[in-house]
């Protein structure tokens, strides 16, 4: 059941959350890869110290660590509740106008900075199971920025009520708050020994009742094409041009499979992300994506395999293929701890929620985390729409998520 007479916080702190650039940037070396995702960060301190949780802290590496100390005398594994703060480069995250929508009543929603941008539920079929909830969205030239400023004010309203109700019996509780997800580097920095947690779990999930604890498997891979220069004046029969030869294999790549285009489910995919080249070199940039690991060195060979080929038709030219690991399946440490997805199992039932147990096809901060050493799946926050001017959130899914997050603390006190 839900938290009964409890003032949430949650579309509140959100509403002020997503005000704050935090946009990272994929193209920076640095850790976090943009400062401003700091600004938000040291808010959140201030408020977890405002409300009694004094050894909240922000390191160098942008990563947010607090504590809610357990009401128990019990040993009991140590769990936490992880959010990223960072949101896409996908969309711009600056300026951000949020608008609460409330009681909505199924009819499209036109933005009013853009009335162009409009979401409906024929193109957002989810939004139609939430008429009747109050709907958060930004105003048309922005992303809304709930992926993850909502896993944030739901993490933020638990450590609010929790503090707030001692009387509910739960073990010692971390909190983690993370940079740079959106672009892959989220925990690359974080200190586990830092942390202390046994099991975690991250908020960053979409729909009510899903439950993550698989996701795609992930390398990037990049091949390298190399050509022959001449001056074009005089370049019969010696000049091989490398952007071309990078023309063929890419053309060579199936359209009806083995791109996202064109697969859903269990598939994985191969895609190019990015080209660039001149005449002696050229470079071709792939995600490679499977649910099973061991299909990632299939997909890589079968690129191999179309890039000799490409060179084939080139003589004088040549390639080569370099891979580099990005993440793991989660699932493939969660078979090893089933009680992580059977506790949250149990905390969505208390909720009045029957779990659904989903795949993510991408990647997610629990993802590596669970590698690290601490299992990690991923509960629903209710953000929809992601990285667009049309993303949205339900605050009844936010509230919903926090109660979930209650008696899922409760259940690993074994109570």
């Not at 004094?54 to 660590?65: Q, S």
């Not at 659904?356 to 669970?370: F, V």
Request: charged letters at 20%; one cysteine or more.
């Amino acid at each position: 059941m839900a938290i009964q007479n409890y003032q949430h916080s949650t579309a509140e702190r959100l509403m002020r959350y997503v005000q704050i650039d935090t946009q990272s940037d994929p193209s920076s070396p640095t850790q976090p890869s943009t400062e401003k995702q700091k600004d938000l960060s040291r808010v959140l301190v201030e408020e977890l110290h405002a409300i009694g949780i004094h050894d909240a802290e922000l390191d160098e590496h942008g990563y947010v660590y607090a504590t809610i100390p357990a009401t128990i005398n019990e040993q009991v594994p140590v769990i936490c509740f992880c959010a990223h703060v960072d949101t896409a480069p996908d969309c711009s995250g600056a300026g951000v106008k949020p608008i609460l929508h409330r009681n909505y009543d199924g009819a499209p929603i036109t933005l009013p900075d853009d009335p162009s941008v409009v979401i409906t539920t024929d193109k957002h079929p989810y939004l139609k199971q939430r008429i009747g909830d109050d709907i958060i969205t930004a105003s048309g030239t922005t992303l809304l920025g709930a992926d993850d400023k909502a896993g944030v004010a739901i993490i933020m309203d638990l450590a609010q009520y929790l503090l707030a109700h001692p009387e509910v019996p739960h073990g010692k509780i971390r909190i983690l708050f993370t940079p740079d997800e959106e672009v892959g580097r989220g925990v690359n920095a974080v200190d586990m020994k830092r942390l202390g947690a046994d099991f975690g779990y991250t908020l960053d999930g979409g729909e009510r009742g899903h439950l993550e604890g698989e996701n795609f498997s992930a390398d990037a891979a990049v091949v390298t094409f190399n050509g022959i220069s001449a001056h074009p004046g005089y370049a019969k029969g010696k000049m091989v041009n490398a952007m071309k030869v990078a023309g063929l294999f890419l053309s060579k790549l199936p359209l009806g499979e083995w791109c996202p285009e064109s697969t859903s489910g269990s598939e994985g995919f191969v895609h190019p992300v990015s080209v660039s080249g001149e005449l002696e070199q050229a470079k071709v940039s792939f995600i490679v994506r499977d649910f099973e690991t061991a299909q990632l060195a299939v997909h890589e060979e079968r690129l191999k395999t179309l890039a000799a080929e490409a060179v084939a038709a080139f003589p004088g030219s040549s390639f080569d293929m370099s891979v580099q690991e990005q993440y793991r399946n989660m699932k493939e440490i969660l078979v090893h701890h089933p009680q992580v997805m059977a506790h949250a199992e149990e905390a969505y039932k208390r909720a009045g929620l029957q779990a659904e147990q989903i795949s993510i096809r991408g990647g997610t901060d629990g993802s590596r985390l669970s590698f690290m050493g601490m299992p990690c799946p991923n509960i629903f926050t209710g953000e929809m729409g992601i990285h667009s001017k049309q993303e949205y959130v339900s605050v009844q899914d936010m509230n919903l998520a926090v109660s979930i997050c209650v008696h899922l603390a409760q259940v690993w006190a074994g109570k």
